[in-house]
């Protein structure tokens, strides 16, 4: 298959606390720009999970493949407890799903909406959380970013997760996997307005390292 993922049926996860991506009935953790993301129940193992379903149609559409593959390339390569784990991706016809660690606590948005402004106490700890996940992703070449406070979820047991890397980039160049890869500067300007990097739009490339 095009995307590579490993093929299981939607139905494997029945008994799910939500529906298909299409039942009114479901339970919506979030709403993505491309489809929905579910709460889902395993059969078996009882276990709860977040799924996040990607239409196709509107991926083909918008024409970004590459990133879904991106993004569950980068998260099948991350594994760090600062970092929203992903334990599958499979598809079928309408969407591709990523099953992700369910993380019920929300998004740290939401707190600082409501606190206004953090402590600096609080403040320090998670910078110092993203740092540490940052660190975990530069070893492994992965530049995220789209760090804002939307994408950073809390579980039940308020554990910060680093969530969404669909505008996650490499800074080894992919196609000389084999032989030696190279290192190479982006020069893409993505993420979110309010929150880009100085390094991103300063436009003399980057590559994750301090600029
Ligand atoms: P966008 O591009 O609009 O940020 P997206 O398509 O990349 O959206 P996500 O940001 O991954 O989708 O997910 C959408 C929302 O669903 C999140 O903002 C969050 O509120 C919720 N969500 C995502 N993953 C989880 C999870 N593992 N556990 C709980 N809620 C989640
Ligand atoms: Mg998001």
New binding site residues.
């Given amino acids: 298959h095009k995307y590579h993922l490993e093929h299981i049926k939607f139905q494997d996860l029945d008994q799910r606390i939500g529906g298909t991506p299409d039942d009114p009935q479901q339970i919506i953790?979030?709403?993505?720009?491309?489809?929905?993301?579910l709460i889902v129940r395993h059969k078996s193992t009882k276990e709860t999970?977040?799924l996040?379903c990607?239409n196709k149609e509107q991926i083909v559409e918008n024409g970004l493949e590459q990133h879904v593959v991106d993004e569950r390339k980068v998260m099948t390569m991350i594994d760090h407890p600062f970092l929203?784990k992903l334990h599958k991706s499979f598809w079928d016809k309408k969407y591709v799903y990523l099953l992700?660690?369910?993380?019920?606590g929300?998004?740290l948005f939401t707190f600082l909406r409501k606190a206004g402004r953090f402590t600096e106490k609080a403040s320090r700890f998670y910078a110092a959380i993203v740092t540490r996940a940052f660190e975990h992703m530069h070893d492994k070449h992965i530049i995220y970013r789209?760090l804002k406070p939307?994408?950073l979820?809390l579980d039940t047991d308020n554990n910060l997760?680093i969530?969404?890397f669909?505008l996650s980039a490499f800074s080894l160049s992919q196609s000389a996997e084999e032989h030696t890869p190279v290192a190479q500067l982006l020069h893409t300007t993505c993420g979110t307005p309010n929150y880009v990097a100085p390094e991103v739009l300063a436009d003399r490339g980057y590559d994750g390292k301090a600029a």
Avoid: H, I, T
């Fill in positions: 953790l979030g709403q993505g720009a491309f489809g929905r993301v999970y977040a996040k990607l929203l992700l660690e369910l993380c019920l929300g998004e789209d939307e994408n979820l997760k969530s969404d669909g």
